[in-house]
DNA sequence: TCATATAACTCATATATATATTATATATCT
DNA sequence: AGATATATAATATATATATGAGTTATATGA
């Protein structure tokens, strides 16, 4: 061990690599670093911070770990986008079994601009009556519909979401990003089951009380500020939640 | 880079730690290394298979990320045993929201050997009408019945399981590691939703077509050998699983 | 006997260095 | 202009070494 003191705030008892993780870890969250962005090379960050750099490796390969940053042989580190691909919807296997996962389309018969209800601007840590983008969708495979899929926009942070001109495409969230311009960087989301009420049964075409699936999600753009909250409704018989215990 | 060849069968393009990697997995996988056992030390690694000390930690490192290996500083590298407690299981929220998990008791009406369906034989890799323990469990929170348990056990693989001499506790797999001696390596769940039927309805006292979560599991022993087959029922409404997307 | 110091062994942290692989930009040649 | 070689920069792999910190057994001394 040799070289000189690290130019980062440390703290007692934290190790270094920590403190480099932690020091990333910031720059992300503040916005500094924006998903897509390509951070400064392993050589830059020790360079510029005065540590070793098999320190900013460690640093750099937990938060590779923990999916913040991904990197490419040659190119270098990028800050993670979110991947709606691992939402719990993935295991709406609607559609064959046989494996191939099956594309769900979309529409869209209500979409308005109105006041939030009490429990949804809560959820939002939006005031009270505050304006919503308020959007329904029905997924669709083939000709039988699916799901459903409620969601509130917190109106204030996308501006023109609700005009009809804006065209939404299956993932919403791609309107919102590189339309509006608004970055999406992560989600909270809850499952649980209930059993079909009128409306729901037959806009699904399944009998009144038939068991559905229920994912309440609730995203974040930056500074962890909430802006997006998403109840989808799913028919329980083409829903199946793998994993393994070790 | 100095020293000389690795003693381990390598691969041309496989990466070293890697191969340091599979040759620890295989140890676990055949039983040589057995759930709880001490594994050598990074240096006699290093020295039994002729590769650097930093190579065995990162071989070390990834087997832990994978949950295979614990380490205690100053003690040494253990292989993991299963652990329960990251079930699925552990999502059914029974009992107060408020947060602290709550006990469930169990009792267990039914238990005969018997001679196994053949969907449970199959899935036990079992021959056709293969002896089986047939269990019955019910959990209780309080006085509230909460969920129905069914489990199938390979009877060759646990004997004397079905003797109502041997107790068993509201973990089962504790009588069967520690009083039976078979390990249990693994297990497989699924999770899916459906409607409560008469039986159902009638044991757990919610009404008939209430939603249920079901939670099926395949347990393992060594050698990739399932040994249970499982099915859980419980009321939806007191179920919901909890993640985050990035 | 009992407490304490010590030694030995473990993993954890931190650095340095050499070489390989992958990707990209630049210069060169036809 | 277009193909090809070359240089440069990034991460990946592999090793070596030094020091710190937690654990355990052993020796030591009152």
């Known amino acids: ?118 429990e949804i601007c809560q959820k939002l840590q939006a005031p009270h009556q505050s304006q919503m983008v308020y959007i329904e969708r029905v997924g669709y495979r083939g000709e039988t519909p699916v799901l459903i899929e409620k969601c509130w926009w917190a109106a204030a942070l996308v501006p023109g979401l609700e005009s009809e001109e804006v065209h939404i495409p299956d993932l919403m969230y791609a309107v919102v990003v590189d339309q509006l311009k608004v970055p999406i960087v992560r989600a909270e989301e809850i499952l649980t089951a209930e059993i079909a009420d009128q409306t729901t049964a037959t806009t699904l075409k399944v009998d009144l009380g038939a068991p559905l699936v229920v994912l309440n999600r609730l995203t974040y753009t930056q500074k962890n500020r909430p802006i997006e909250f998403r109840i989808t409704r799913g028919r329980a018989d083409s829903f199946s939640y793998r994993t393994e215990i070790r």
Chains 1, 2 share one sequence.
């Open 1 to 118: 061990m040799e070289t000189g003191t690290p130019s980062i705030p440390s703290a007692p008892g934290k190790p270094l690599y920590r403190v480099v993780e932690d020091y990333l870890r910031r720059e992300i969250d503040s916005g500094k670093l924006a998903p897509g962005d390509l951070i400064p090379s392993e050589s830059e960050l020790a360079t510029e911070l005065n540590v070793s750099g098999g320190t900013v490796k460690k640093a750099i390969e937990n938060l590779v770990w923990e999916r913040r940053l991904y990197r490419h042989q040659g190119k270098g580190t990028y800050v993670s986008r979110i991947d709606f691909n691992n939402s719990l919807f993935r295991f709406f296997s609607y559609g064959t079994h046989s494996g191939n996962p099956v594309r769900i389309h979309k529409e869209t018969p209500v979409r308005k601009l109105c006041e939030g209800p009490p």
